[in-house]
T-cell receptor, first 114, second 112 residues
Framework: DAEITQSPRHKITETGRQVTLACHQTWNHNNMFWYRQDLGHGLRLIHYSYGVQDTNKGEVSDGYSVSRSNTEDLPLTLESAASSQTSVYFC?????????????FGPGTRLTVL | DQQVKQNSPSLSVQEGRISILNCDYTNSMFDYFLWYKKYPAEGPTFLISISSIKDKNEDGRFTVFLNKSAKHLSLHIVPSQPGDSAVYFCAATNSGTYKYIFGTGTRLKVLA
């Protein structure tokens, strides 16, 4: 069955370190998204991509970067981790066959920055 | 500025009764709305959606109502079941952008 996976599921790192969170989908979806979930803020969009080599900033993109070298993967990199980036991160994907294609979410990565 | 608001952080309902979750939005360009359900330690899962050309969409126990003039939507769950206990997020989008703006979520607890 097609799916979307994230790794690692849990990560503890130190302030200033570079961290990369992986997202892999097997639906062959064009669109991929990264969100963070924080209490009181819901899900906020970090970066998104409409296809290979395409990346765009979301509402909370500072300190994060993404690259899209193939259809299946959109890794999220924290260049220099900060305690404010402690959060739960969700990856999602959707098709672009219609204007309102549903986003499907991965299981999440809980990141703690000490 | 929060474009999608869920003003009730939590809601408790007795099993078998109706659960009503509310969501308000400010951007008149939004034309498609969705509800997602999230259990602890899992990703959000799609529940139901509605286009702005409709005012109601029903799927089994779940019904979403849209009041465009009030910029308000609601999710009704009838009858509520203990398995419905979860956090519910509403989301809005402008067709073709594929980007969703999410509310802050409402934690529903259905009491047996």
């Amino acid at each position: 069955d097609a799916e979307i996976t994230q790794s690692p599921r849990h990560k503890i790192t130190e302030t200033g370190r570079q961290v990369t969170l992986a997202c892999h989908q097997t639906w062959n979806h064009n669109n991929m998204f990264w969100y963070r979930q924080d209490l009181g803020h819901g899900l906020r969009l970090i970066h998104y991509s409409y296809g290979v080599q395409d990346t765009n900033k979301g509402e909370v993109s500072d300190g994060y970067s993404v690259s899209r070298s193939n259809t299946e993967d959109l890794p999220l990199t924290l260049e220099s981790a900060a305690s404010s980036q402690t959060s739960v991160y969700f990856c999602a994907s959707s098709d672009s066959g219609g204007p309102t294609d549903t986003q499907y979410f991965g299981p999440g990565t809980r990141l703690t920055v000490l | 500025d929060q474009q999608v608001k869920q003003n009730s952080p939590s809601l408790s309902v007795q099993e078998g009764r109706i659960s009503i979750l509310n969501c308000d939005y400010t951007n008149s360009m939004f034309d498609y709305f969705l509800w997602y359900k999230k259990y602890p330690a899992e990703g959000p899962t799609f529940l139901i959606s509605i286009s702005s050309i409709k005012d109601k969409n029903e799927d089994g126990r779940f019904t979403v109502f849209l009041n465009k003039s009030a910029k308000h939507l609601s999710l009704h769950i009838v009858p509520s079941q203990p398995g419905d206990s979860a956090v519910y997020f509403c989301a809005a989008t402008n067709s073709g952008t594929y980007k969703y703006i999410f509310g802050t979520g409402t934690r529903l607890k259905v009491l047996a």
